[in-house]
């Protein structure tokens, strides 16, 4: 087959489509012990504070940890957590389910506040929890479940944590950078994302942004050489360096993302486009026939979870392979209550785009012979 002049549109929870500018940023070699790229590190770790409405002057800092953005949350628990520590998780999905894996794996004592995909974790449950069990240290949440796209509200949530003087530690991958997160009023210790998300770069690492003093945990602490956030840091400290190799075409491709996001006007500029990108999908798919899964109260300008037709001639493989032959990637779902696929809303997409999937949808649908209004 012959290439295309331009790559299919990714409509998922990431990694997303990046701008050609982005891409172009990795056309170099970096040195990894050069002056001259940890210069360009030690100036990323402080933009993404600076996103964070953080100062080091303050105490606070950025770890940038190779990997996938599950390196970063596992990270925080292997690295951050005491030896005798216990963690509440607060899980509506996946993302909230991951973290209960990693405490299993990591052997950390810990308890689970479930609620179920379509309602977001309870501030009021989490006060009775946190009362009746004084060996809960740590309480961690997820910001956007990426696996419906509903928000949690972590500042709530947060307040409470802070009441009972315990850690919080905040999965914000899917969030950071596309809506505003106050660390004062929601009392955030540990917050995580990655490059790939809304900041618009690829993927490589995740990024961790906390205290020094926490960062930096007692010696004997970390249960992981690889993950250790304080090492970390301070190989950060001592020379700009990771440890190990650093993830050197996604840094510098990040660096490009973070100008382009100033450049949208950060925060409020790049989560005004997200949210005209989900009200335009929303209602063109509504028009077309299709049904959203969440309540719109918590539902995020993030992803959007849609029921499948009611159709014994719809399978989400064939409609997923007709929309990608248009040029447009979808995201299946990943929930237990309903049968649904995403579409997200981030990344290098305009409401334009938008537009475009909506009306490639109704094409694959026809071609499926499949009526979706009478
Ligand atoms: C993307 C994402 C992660 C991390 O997933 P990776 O595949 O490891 O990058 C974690 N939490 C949430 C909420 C996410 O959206």
């Given at each position: 087959?012959?290439?295309?002049?331009?790559?299919?549109l990714?409509?998922?929870?990431?990694?997303?489509?990046?701008s050609?500018?982005?891409?172009?940023?990795?056309?170099?070699d970096?040195?990894?012990?050069?002056?001259?790229?940890?210069?360009?590190?030690?100036?990323?770790r402080?933009?993404?504070?600076?996103?964070a409405?953080?100062?080091?002057?303050?105490?606070?800092?950025?770890?940038?940890l190779?990997?996938?953005?599950?390196?970063?949350?596992?990270?925080?628990?292997?690295?951050?957590?005491?030896?005798?520590?216990?963690?509440?998780v607060?899980?509506?999905?996946?993302?909230?389910e991951?973290?209960?894996?990693?405490?299993?794996?990591?052997?950390?004592?810990?308890?689970?506040?479930?609620?179920?995909?379509d309602?977001?974790?309870?501030?009021v449950?989490?006060?009775?929890?946190?009362?009746?069990?004084?060996?809960?240290?740590?309480?961690?949440?997820?910001?956007?479940?990426?696996t419906?796209?509903?928000?949690?509200?972590?500042?709530?949530?947060?307040?409470?944590?802070?009441?009972?003087?315990?850690?919080?530690?905040?999965?914000a991958?899917?969030?950071?950078?596309?809506?505003?997160?106050?660390?004062?009023?929601?009392?955030?210790?540990?917050?995580?994302?990655s490059?790939?998300?809304?900041?618009?770069?690829?993927?490589?690492?995740?990024?961790?942004?906390?205290r020094?003093?926490?960062?930096?945990?007692?010696?004997?602490?970390?249960?992981?050489?690889?993950?250790?956030?304080g090492?970390?840091?301070?190989?950060?400290?001592?020379?700009?360096?990771?440890?190990?190799?650093?993830?050197?075409?996604?840094?510098?491709?990040?660096?490009?993302?973070?100008?382009?996001?100033?450049?949208?006007?950060?925060?409020?500029?790049?989560?005004?486009?997200?949210?005209?990108?989900?009200?335009?999908?929303?209602?063109?798919?509504?028009?077309?026939g299709?049904?959203?899964?969440?309540?719109?109260?918590?539902?995020?300008?993030?992803?959007?979870?849609f029921?499948?037709?009611?159709?014994?001639?719809?399978?989400?493989?064939?409609?997923y392979?007709?929309?990608?032959?248009?040029?447009?990637?979808?995201?299946?779902?990943?929930?237990?209550?309903?049968?649904?696929?995403?579409?997200?809303?981030?990344?290098?997409?305009?409401?334009?785009?938008?537009?475009?999937?909506?009306?490639?949808?109704?094409?694959?649908?026809?071609?499926?012979?499949?009526k979706?209004?009478?």
């Amino acid at each position: 087959m012959l290439p295309t002049s331009k790559d299919q549109l990714l409509f998922t929870p990431g990694p997303l489509t990046t701008s050609l500018s982005v891409k172009k940023a990795m056309l170099h070699d970096a040195g990894s012990w050069h002056w001259e790229f940890n210069n360009r590190v030690t100036a990323i770790r402080q933009r993404v504070l600076a996103i964070a409405g953080l100062r080091q002057e303050d105490g606070w800092e950025t770890v940038l940890l190779q990997g996938s953005g599950t390196f970063g949350v596992e990270s925080v628990f292997s690295s951050c957590v005491p030896r005798t520590g216990k963690v509440a998780v607060l899980s509506n999905g996946a993302y909230g389910e991951r973290m209960v894996l990693m405490l299993q794996a990591l052997g950390i004592d810990h308890v689970v506040l479930r609620t179920i995909e379509d309602t977001p974790s309870d501030p009021v449950t989490l006060d009775q929890l946190l009362t009746a069990d004084a060996a809960i240290t740590h309480v961690a949440a997820v910001h956007c479940e990426t696996t419906t796209g509903i928000l949690n509200d972590i500042t709530a949530l947060g307040q409470v944590v802070r009441r009972h003087r315990r850690s919080y530690i905040v999965d914000a991958m899917s969030s950071f950078a596309a809506y505003p997160i106050d660390f004062a009023a929601a009392g955030i210790d540990f917050l995580i994302s990655s490059a790939n998300k809304c900041l618009e770069g690829v993927p490589g690492f995740s990024f961790v942004i906390g205290r020094r003093s926490l960062l930096v945990a007692p010696e004997g602490t970390a249960r992981s050489l690889s993950l250790d956030l304080g090492a970390q840091l301070k190989g950060f400290e001592k020379n700009g360096q990771f440890r190990y190799t650093p993830p050197t075409h996604s840094v510098l491709a990040f660096e490009q993302a973070l100008n382009e996001f100033d450049a949208e006007g950060g925060v409020a500029g790049r989560s005004e486009r997200y949210r005209t990108n989900h009200a335009t999908l929303l209602a063109g798919m509504r028009n077309i026939g299709f049904e959203s899964y969440l309540p719109a109260a918590v539902q995020s300008h993030i992803i959007t979870s849609f029921r499948f037709p009611k159709n014994p001639a719809f399978t989400f493989d064939a409609f997923y392979r007709r929309v990608a032959n248009k040029g447009f990637i979808l995201y299946p779902g990943k929930i237990s209550q309903a049968d649904t696929f995403r579409i997200g809303n981030i990344g290098r997409l305009f409401p334009n785009d938008m537009r475009q999937v909506v009306y490639a949808i109704g094409e694959a649908i026809d071609e499926m012979g499949i009526k979706l209004r009478p």
